[in-house]
């Protein structure tokens, strides 16, 4: 994602700039460095780790430099995805107790939320939880010794693809009345729908929940840059979808869960 964009943003300004890529080792990462990067650089985060680390909260210490972050445009939510097999006879997150799941890896996204989602829902101590690899979760579903797994990533996640080609599913999310409660539960999370037809045999859109991310710089970018890459985005967005699923995810209204202050440049674009 990180290559496509910024190959949209070179095409997107005519050349007038020139980006390169490099990989971190996460967005907590980015963020450490944030306060001390060169005022071009952009990185990718979720607001929820930009707040954390304006709170001095851990692995972050104090740092006034953290509220100097700026927020620019958004990049594909990682969007949580409950899939399980359609013969499961498991139709709802809560039809979920009595099940075995596997949640993701410790840590992850998916493990977080499916946790929280769970006790919320008071099932909590009714799902049998396995902490099993994950990379050998898709045949553990497909060879029917677990239910279903949890997965979170920018759709179309290729192992959900994978498990769909090979044996129906269903993908799960909260019923409307649930909703409330679960996006409650965690600030972090914003409703997401899946376009129906993004995977093999799921032929209704599907309401999930997600975790915002985006491209994030400093106040110390100049607006006249901040405007010109913001832009330059946008006028490459349509372009982006054509050559990844992915994109098409984005819109206007996913700038409201970047969560944290535009940098004037980018707001005088949006205006």
Do not use: C
């Amino acid at each position: 994602l990180a290559r496509q964009f910024s190959e949209a943003l070179v095409l997107g300004a005519n050349g007038a700039f020139t980006l390169d890529v490099k990989e971190s080792q996460g967005t907590v990462q980015n963020v450490i460095d944030a306060p001390k990067s060169s005022p071009n650089t952009l990185f990718i985060a979720s607001h929820s780790v930009i707040r954390q680390a304006q709170r001095g909260a851990k692995p972050f210490s104090k740092n006034p430099g953290y509220y100097d972050i700026r927020a620019l445009f958004p990049i594909p939510f990682q969007t949580v995805h409950w899939l399980v097999r359609q013969d499961s006879g498991i139709k709802s997150l809560t039809d979920l107790a009595g099940h075995s799941f596997v949640p993701g890896s410790k840590g992850s996204i998916s493990e977080r939320l499916t946790a929280a989602v769970l006790q919320t829902l008071g099932i909590e101590k009714k799902v049998q939880l396995l902490d099993i690899d994950v990379a050998g979760a898709p045949a553990a579903v497909m060879s029917n010794k677990v239910s279903g797994l949890a997965v979170a990533g920018t759709f179309p996640v290729p192992m959900v693809n994978d498990i769909a080609k090979a044996t129906p599913i269903r993908l799960l999310g909260p019923q409307p009345a649930e909703l409330p409660k679960i996006l409650a539960s965690d600030d972090n999370a914003v409703e997401q729908i899946i376009p129906k037809g993004t995977y093999p045999g799921v032929d209704s859109d599907v309401t999930t929940i997600a975790v915002p991310a985006g491209v994030y710089g400093s106040v110390r970018m100049s607006a006249e840059t901040a405007y010109a890459l913001t832009k330059a985005f946008w006028s490459q967005q349509a372009a982006l979808t054509k050559k990844n699923p992915a994109w098409r995810a984005v819109d206007a209204k996913s700038v409201e869960a970047l969560g944290i202050r535009l940098h004037a440049g980018a707001l005088r674009y949006y205006d």
